[in-house]
């Protein structure tokens, strides 16, 4: 696909390879929580050690992303890491609200 920019053809980015890259990013980024859900077994040190590798990750991975894309690294890590945090407070806060096993973690 091309598109006109004062008189010059600019190549669009193709939305199939755009879909491809986020799915695999967001394969990557996954794995990093799953492996540290899966080391530990006690529940409350899971969850730390959860958010921690995984802010260590959305850091790394924010500034990653900021450095390859010719961005601010440190406001991109930031940015990222926010948006993570929000995330997964929803999801966090959801998951509690509907799990009805939630006394069996009490420990």
């Not at 755009?18 to 530990?40: D, H, T």
Request: glycine content about 10%; hydrophobic content about 50%.
């Amino acid at each position: 696909m091309q598109e006109q920019v004062d008189g010059k053809e600019e190549a669009l980015p193709n939305p199939y390879k755009a879909a491809a890259a986020s799915a695999l990013a967001f394969l990557c980024g996954s794995v990093v929580p799953l492996v540290a859900a899966v080391a530990i077994s006690q529940h409350r040190t899971r969850i730390v050690i959860i958010m921690v590798v995984t802010t260590i990750a959305l850091v790394l991975f924010g500034g990653l992303g900021a450095l390859l894309g010719g961005s601010p690294i440190r406001l991109s890590a930031m940015r990222v890491l926010t948006g993570g945090w929000i995330s997964m407070s929803v999801t966090f806060g959801l998951i509690k609200a509907f799990d009805g096993d939630h006394k069996a973690h009490k420990s």
